[in-house]
């Protein structure tokens, strides 16, 4: 037993000292730096700015370095020297990386190009748009939350109530009026929320634990006044028939194709619509999503859940290989980007319109239905959108 622990032993010793002998190769890191950068990239985070002087637009560069002098290799983004890429404008403004450009010109488009070094990005188009004059009235959407729970789990209510709500409604409010940031295609819409009750409902474990029994529950008992107030019910579990993909708007009192990609039953009254169901007055969130938004973390938001509803549509698709050249605008909202839904991050890819398909732009997502997604901004065009589906759409015309 001696004779094999001292065997042992020696084989770690030899090994150790080989380790610590210089190979005649030595290995050494070159990290790639500013004068080896081949090509760069310009990305900007929107296809539209508001030509207003106030609304910012921002950029991105990948920076990319040759090896064996024939493959293009991205360089990581700690190691792009931001401090040294300058953006020239069409217009004469030169910003660095870090700022953001603003405009008052009349042009129609405008044109961007930088530089590291001796190397000039490709030029990269924006269309300018004239500032938004918003004469509409106020609108203020009165909405009733029914928070639903069982003896088993009452305590997800512990800490709700009309205050905590109105901290998540409030946030939505600053996205609508434009002041979380100074978005690229903004304007303030002029629409609020406002938190008008909160319920309390028990319900029995065994109507709870079933979704059908649960959605005939909701539909016979606890739809309030849709015609004045939207309704959110708060569950321990997502009901399907409940989420955002079931809860936008079916029917029109107008025409169907000013609201493009929603599927509009055209009606003269809601005496028409012989059964209101609750998917057609409001939408559910559970316990779970209540309290990241109030953190201000999670996969939804509350105003993605109130786009959802008022008609906007999602930006992204799976369709990386074919996407949407001739017409990327998923959406129906020319201001905003349709991205690749196949990295689940704030950093998306989209493809500019009617361009060539290998041409990628990338830009930190903003936009309150991109999925994953700081969600400070709804654009120009949703606000247009979501207007016209307040003035056609039944169960969309409550206000204050």
């Given at each position: 037993?001696?004779?094999?622990?001292?065997?042992?032993?020696?084989?770690?010793?030899?090994?150790?000292?080989?380790?610590?002998?210089?190979?005649?190769?030595?290995?050494?890191?070159?990290?790639?730096?500013?004068?080896?950068?081949?090509?760069?990239e310009?990305?900007?985070?929107?296809?539209?700015?508001?030509?207003?002087?106030?609304?910012?637009?921002?950029?991105?560069?990948?920076?990319?370095?040759?090896i064996?002098?024939?493959?293009?290799?991205?360089?990581l983004a700690?190691?792009?020297?931001?401090d040294?890429?300058?953006?020239?404008?069409?217009?004469g403004?030169?910003?660095?990386?870090?700022?953001a450009y603003?405009t008052k010109?009349?042009?129609?488009?405008?044109?961007?190009?930088c530089?590291?070094?001796?190397?000039?990005?490709?030029?990269?188009?924006?269309?300018?748009?004239?500032?938004?004059?918003?004469?509409?009235?106020?609108?203020?959407?009165?909405i009733i939350?029914?928070?639903?729970?069982?003896?088993?789990?009452?305590?997800?209510?512990?800490?709700?109530?009309?205050?905590?709500?109105q901290d998540?409604?409030?946030?939505?409010?600053?996205v609508?009026?434009?002041?979380?940031?100074k978005?690229?295609?903004?304007?303030?819409?002029g629409?609020?929320?406002?938190v008008?009750?909160?319920?309390?409902?028990?319900?029995?474990?065994?109507?709870?634990?079933?979704?059908?029994?649960?959605?005939?529950?909701?539909?016979?008992?606890?739809?309030?006044?849709?015609?004045?107030?939207?309704?959110?019910?708060?569950?321990?579990?997502?009901?399907?028939?409940?989420?955002?993909d079931?809860?936008?708007?079916?029917?029109?009192?107008?025409?169907?194709?000013?609201?493009?990609?929603?599927?509009?039953?055209?009606?003269?009254?809601?005496?028409?619509?012989k059964?209101?169901?609750?998917?057609?007055?409001?939408?559910?969130?559970?316990?779970?999503?209540?309290?990241q938004?109030?953190?201000?973390?999670?996969?939804?938001?509350?105003?993605?859940?109130?786009?959802?509803?008022?008609?906007?549509?999602?930006?992204?698709?799976?369709?990386?290989?074919?996407?949407?050249?001739?017409?990327?605008?998923?959406?129906?909202?020319?201001?905003?980007?349709?991205?690749?839904?196949?990295?689940?991050?704030?950093?998306?890819?989209?493809?500019?319109?009617?361009?060539?398909?290998?041409?990628?732009?990338?830009?930190?997502?903003?936009?309150?239905?991109?999925?994953?997604?700081?969600?400070?901004?709804?654009?120009?065009?949703?606000?247009?959108?979501?207007?016209?589906?307040?003035?056609?759409?039944?169960?969309?015309?409550?206000?204050?």
């Open positions: 037993m001696k004779f094999l622990k001292f065997f042992v032993l020696s084989i770690i010793a030899l090994l150790m000292l080989n380790s610590c002998n210089k190979d005649e190769t030595d290995y050494s890191i070159d990290f790639i730096g500013f004068d080896k950068i081949a090509k760069i310009l990305s900007p985070n929107s296809p539209q700015l508001i030509a207003d002087g106030v609304a910012e637009l921002k950029f991105k560069v990948k920076c990319y370095y040759l064996k002098d024939t493959v293009l290799v991205p360089m700690d190691r792009v020297p931001l040294k890429i300058e953006i020239k404008s069409s217009d403004q030169k910003i660095k990386l870090s700022e603003t010109a009349k042009a129609d488009s405008i044109a961007f190009t530089t590291a070094g001796d190397k000039t990005s490709n030029e990269v188009k924006v269309a300018l748009t004239e500032p938004v004059v918003n004469n509409d009235e106020e609108i203020v959407v009165p939350f029914h928070a639903l729970y069982t003896e088993e789990t009452k305590n997800n209510t512990k800490n709700l109530n009309k205050d905590f709500l998540i409604v409030n946030k939505t409010n600053k609508f009026a434009n002041e979380v940031n978005s690229p295609s903004s304007f303030n819409s629409i609020k929320f406002k008008h009750k909160l319920e309390f409902v028990k319900v029995d474990v065994e109507i709870m634990s079933s979704q059908y029994d649960l959605y005939n529950y909701i539909s016979d008992n606890l739809i309030e006044e849709p015609k004045k107030y939207l309704n959110v019910w708060i569950l321990n579990t997502q009901m399907w028939k409940l989420g955002e079931a809860c936008v708007p079916a029917f029109t009192f107008g025409d169907p194709s000013k609201i493009k990609g929603l599927d509009l039953e055209v009606v003269k009254s809601i005496d028409e619509i059964k209101i169901k609750p998917e057609y007055v409001g939408f559910a969130l559970t316990y779970g999503d209540i309290y938004m109030k953190e201000g973390y999670g996969s939804k938001s509350f105003p993605y859940s109130i786009g959802k509803y008022y008609g906007l549509l999602p930006t992204g698709h799976y369709n990386e290989e074919n996407p949407p050249m001739e017409n990327n605008d998923l959406d129906y909202c020319p201001d905003t980007y349709s991205y690749v839904r196949k990295e689940i991050t704030l950093q998306k890819k989209t493809f500019p319109i009617n361009g060539n398909k290998n041409k990628i732009y990338y830009y930190d997502s903003f936009n309150i239905m991109d999925e994953i997604s700081s969600s400070r901004t709804i654009s120009k065009d949703q606000i247009f959108r979501i207007k016209q589906v307040m003035k056609d759409c039944p169960f969309r015309q409550m206000k204050l």
